[in-house]
């Protein structure tokens, strides 16, 4: 079971930047930050595998945003950033850190690939 606690969210103008940062209580296979807005369905926005390092980041933000993992301890803890930049309005919504163990067949761009969620931090750009 993998805890995690997101933080870094907030307000800012067009243009601007953030970083979120997902505080996670082990290691993960597949790890990401996901968008949702009301209405519609929640979108991986930046994924990483942890074999070997492989980002995915989606093409609504490529160039703008970076996903990023560190270790803090030695027993598995690490934390997961999402650095955003040049922020436009469509960005606004709750993201969400997830983390999910290895699946045969199911990539870790897919929805399914995660079991384990944050409770989301909201994002505002106007």
């Known amino acids: 079971h993998v805890q995690l606690v997101e933080s870094g969210g907030g307000s800012v103008q067009t243009g601007g930047s953030l970083e979120l940062s997902c505080t996670a209580s082990?290691?993960?296979?597949?790890m990401a930050w996901f968008r949702q807005v009301p209405g519609k369905e929640r979108e991986g926005i930046a994924v990483?595998?942890?074999?070997?390092?492989?980002?995915?980041?989606?093409?609504s933000v490529k160039g703008r945003f970076t996903i990023a993992r560190e270790n803090t301890d030695d027993s598995g803890g690490n934390t997961l950033s999402l650095v955003m930049e040049n922020l436009k309005p469509e960005d606004t919504g709750m993201y969400y850190c997830?983390?999910?163990?290895?699946?045969?067949?199911?990539?870790?761009?897919?929805?399914?690939?995660?079991?384990?969620w944050g409770r989301g931090t909201q994002v505002t750009v106007s």
């Open positions: 997830a983390a999910g163990e290895r699946r045969l067949g199911v990539p870790c761009t897919a929805l399914a690939a995660y079991g384990y």
């Open positions: 082990g290691y993960a296979y597949c």
């Open positions: 990483l595998n942890n074999r070997g390092g492989r980002t995915t980041i989606a093409d």
